[in-house]
């Protein structure tokens, strides 16, 4: 990956700086950060036409022609986060040290040489380029789809969103809704998206093979009562969170590989005021839809999908509070992983905006009035990530559901 050096002058201050910055695929960069002296936020853009790139001012700033007096060092990387001692140093290349780390999980493009020798740009394997861009295609084919008349032009969304992905990946082939949204969020979330996803499935695979009455009950009432519902919202989480992709992304590797080494971690680029909901947003979403995994595990159980051990589905949605929507599955492992990373306290702080940053640490609040409490800022947006990942999974279930459960 490429790294840019810029100079600039903090507007509020005069506080100079020295920025470095891995340029990422997204053509449009935004990075905010605090000005060392004044802590006042910084704003810059990258615009970006690989490997060209160049800083802009936004906020606060003024891009210079040289090297201010006294300058401080800040790097920045659209994908990776900073050890401490890392975050001022101006030979910091974090796609080393990261680069070990995912390299286990690379998945190989066929014939992809360099003067004969096979190689594999990380940076493009460990990515979806213009991720932020692409998931509008994606959006607007489910949208589309809803319509039947706008068939024509679901097709060519489909195309569109193919040649975009064949451009870095040439095999890439995809016919329907379905293909398009498993292809986009595998090839963003891989190997924790799959590693939900597959066990899940196979689990659903089994209780419409060893229930297929109860089965088919519940799939009845899901096409009737949620499908349409559920869609709306994915759509929505998903809009939210890839607004702010920029900020996420910094810290989405540990996500992806289960690495929970992050509290050391710091990313370059902080602008808090849009991330500082998401957390509170994404678990309602996922909670909620834990409706299906908890029908399902009745029918598994050998029960009516809206029989609980003690309750019925109407009091499971209506009275069952959102950090318990998950105790009726917690023995069925396949489908309680995609709890993983959910903190009903943080969700209360960042859902009623009771939660606020100071440096590297993120305070809150459980539901504004409760015990102060703290986390560093790499792990809120670890676990932001955690959790749009489980979502990303069930999505995919719920389009299999809504293709009958095939």
Known sequence: MVVIRGYAQCATCGENYILRAGVGTEKYQPHTFDCKSCKIPISVIIRANPPNAHFE????????????????????????????????NIKAFPSLMY?????????LVPNTNFLGIQS????????????????????????????????KKVKKAIEHYEKQ???????????????????????????KFEKLLEPAVKLIWLIKRDHSEGFSEFLKFYLTNLREQHLRQY???????????????????????????VDDKIVGSKSFESVKLYYGQA?????????VFACLNNVFLGRAYDQFQSMTLNKYIKDVSKEKKANPFEKTQSFYAFTDGLDSTLRNGSHH????????????????????????????????NKLTISLAALFIIELKLGQGGR
């Open 57 to 88: 001012p936004d906020e606060n700033v003024i891009i210079e022609d040289s090297e201010g007096e006294n300058a401080v060092v800040l790097n920045l990387h659209p994908f990776f986060a900073f050890n401490g001692e890392e975050i001022h």
């Open 99 to 107: 680069g070990s780390k995912i390299a286990p999980y690379l998945r």
């Open 235 to 261: 759509l929505s989480i998903f809009s939210d969170y890839f607004k702010i992709y920029n900020q996420l992304s910094q810290m989405v590797v540990h996500s992806r590989i289960g690495d929970e080494d």
């Open 353 to 384: 905006a009771s939660i606020w940053r100071d440096g590297e640490k993120i305070f809150y609040k459980s539901g504004g009035t409760g015990a102060q409490r703290e986390i560093t800022y790499s792990r809120y947006l670890h676990l932001c």
């Open 165 to 191: 992905r064949r451009k870095y990946f040439p095999e890439t082939r995809v016919s329907n809704s379905s293909e398009v949204a498993f292809n986009f969020f595998d090839s963003l979330f891989y190997p």
């Open 283 to 291: 678990y309602e979403s996922l909670t909620s839809f834990f409706v």
């Open 120 to 151: 594999q740009d990380i940076a493009l394997q460990f990515d979806v380029p213009n991720a932020s861009n692409l998931w509008t295609t994606v959006k607007n084919i489910f949208l589309l789809q809803e319509n039947p008349a706008q068939e």
